[in-house]
């Protein structure tokens, strides 16, 4: 997986290299917090605390500074039964010399061409991608392909690429050409005339040729791009039918795009182009009551082998409990991981190809799909509810900067000759002041201040929690 230069570097190096893929790839996960890292090569077990001789392991080592690492734990190779599949799988991906960039000493994501196809004389596709696992799909575009004379008549691109992976479909849904797409639209020629006879009581704003229309929510305004006629079709595509958007249904749609965009009767025109989607049509679950009359059903049980064997027995004769069961082949009776199973099943049959052998290609997109959706209980997508704020999805364009909705008050710094009050640590009694009168601070080595009384000069050293500011 290593460009062609990074394969000539020492053993040292390409070690302290996969120490540093290994972090950055947990990075969410690590920051902020004390960890261990574990490595066979014992000549790194002390590169986070002082330099070594190698100036490639001391820049990587000043990249890891940014993490709280612990210790550097050196694993015997008897101890470590890991296969190292990295440094063996045998195909390599041409990359830049260059190890780290310039400006922050960041090092380059490994290139993958899953998307690049190449098509050699014989007519045979040999896909360039890396990957864990080597699906069916991908064994049959390695193997050797000599067509005959026959085969070379009658055969068609078609067929050539149905049983491969084929690159994921993208969408024609592009956001710069709104303004162009704007000036030809029947209702952006008539907001425009409302905006230049009465603009203060118009509902719509052009700000750089590009019309917005001003949606009140409460106390906030919100500026949504508005989407002429012409493109109504392209962005339902790019946010329903391309892989990303995973073809999931017109609240999931509905809730990605109207804090953006808008159009007449936005919600029944989502609602209109998800319903006649075929592929939604052909591969969606019914979720709809079964006609007939209710009949009682036996209790759960769980019949999955993990559960259902001598040991989990042995466990609830030990232990006195009795262990309900699921009926066989009846998935009501364990709805909730059920229920998200058939959810993610369907969206990605909606994306494999005839011979079904592309699914796992899919499965990145249809997760971000899921996790970028709103979900019905929380109101909120996945994505929202870890990072705090709403995804950025492919059809848009990368902030540049990030504004808070809040400023944090938690941090509170005083400067030399403030005034300040100190929380008493005791009281005589319980209507007894709960701050001294005020004092001056003299040092400053936040969280610690050191004050003076003014009364009979004595030094106070105190946490900046347990002061608080004097106005006079």
Not at 228 to 256: C, E, V
Request: some cysteine; charged content about 20%.
């Amino acid at each position: 997986m290593l460009p062609k230069s990074q394969r000539k570097w020492p053993t040292i190096e390409k070690e302290a290299l996969g120490i540093y893929y290994s972090i950055t790839r947990m990075k969410l996960y690590l920051l902020g917090r004390e960890f261990i890292v574990q490595t066979d090569h014992c000549p790194l077990r002390d590169i986070h605390k002082k330099p070594s001789n190698n100036r490639r392991v001391d820049r990587i080592s000043l990249v890891l500074q940014q993490y709280n690492i612990k210790e550097i734990r050196h694993v015997s190779g008897k101890c470590n039964c890991m296969a190292d599949y990295l440094s063996r799988f045998p195909r390599q991906v041409e990359d830049d010399d260059e190890f780290l960039e310039s400006d922050f000493g960041i090092i380059p994501a490994i290139k993958n061409d899953i998307d690049t196809i190449q098509v050699d004389k014989n007519k045979s596709i040999i896909p360039s991608f890396i990957s864990a696992v080597t699906t069916r799909a991908q064994a049959r575009a390695q193997a050797p392909h000599t067509p005959s004379n026959n085969d070379t008549q009658s055969l068609n691109h078609e067929s050539i690429t149905d049983d491969l992976p084929q690159q994921e479909a993208g969408h024609e849904f592009d956001i710069t050409t709104i303004a162009e797409a704007q000036k030809g639209d029947k209702l952006y020629k008539e907001k425009i005339l409302e905006i230049n006879k009465n603009p203060l009581n118009c509902f719509y704003v052009l700000e750089n040729d590009i019309l917005y229309k001003i949606n009140n929510r409460g106390i906030f305004q919100q500026k949504l791009i508005y989407i002429p006629a012409s493109m109504i079709q392209q962005i339902l595509n790019a946010y329903h039918n391309s892989p990303w958007a995973g073809h999931f249904g017109d609240r999931r749609t509905y809730s990605k795009l109207k804090d953006k965009y808008w159009w007449p009767n936005m919600k029944i025109t989502i609602q209109n182009y998800i319903q006649t989607c075929m592929l939604c049509q052909q591969f969606n679950i019914n979720r709809k009551k079964p006609v007939g009359l209710l009949h009682p059903i036996e209790p759960p049980k769980d019949q999955g082998p993990h559960f259902n064997n001598k040991l989990i027995t042995a466990f609830t004769q030990i232990l006195g409990y009795h262990h309900i069961k699921s009926t066989p082949y009846h998935p009501q009776t364990n709805g909730a991981i059920e229920r998200f199973n058939s959810t993610f099943e369907r969206q990605i049959a909606k994306l494999t190809d005839q011979c079904v052998n592309n699914w796992d290609m899919h499965l990145k997109s249809v997760v971000f799909a899921y996790n970028t959706g709103q979900h019905a209980t929380t109101k909120f997508s996945p994505y929202e509810l870890q990072f705090g704020r709403q995804p950025k999805l492919p059809p848009e364009k990368s902030p540049t900067s990030y504004e808070f909705s809040k400023p944090n008050d938690y941090f509170h710094y005083y400067n030399v000759g403030d005034l300040v009050l100190k929380r008493f640590s005791t009281f005589s009694s319980k209507l007894a002041a709960l701050y001294s009168h005020p004092m001056i601070v003299i040092e400053q080595q936040h969280p610690t201040y050191f004050i003076q009384d003014q009364n009979d000069q004595q030094i106070y050293r105190v946490h900046v929690s347990q002061l608080r500011p004097c106005k006079v």
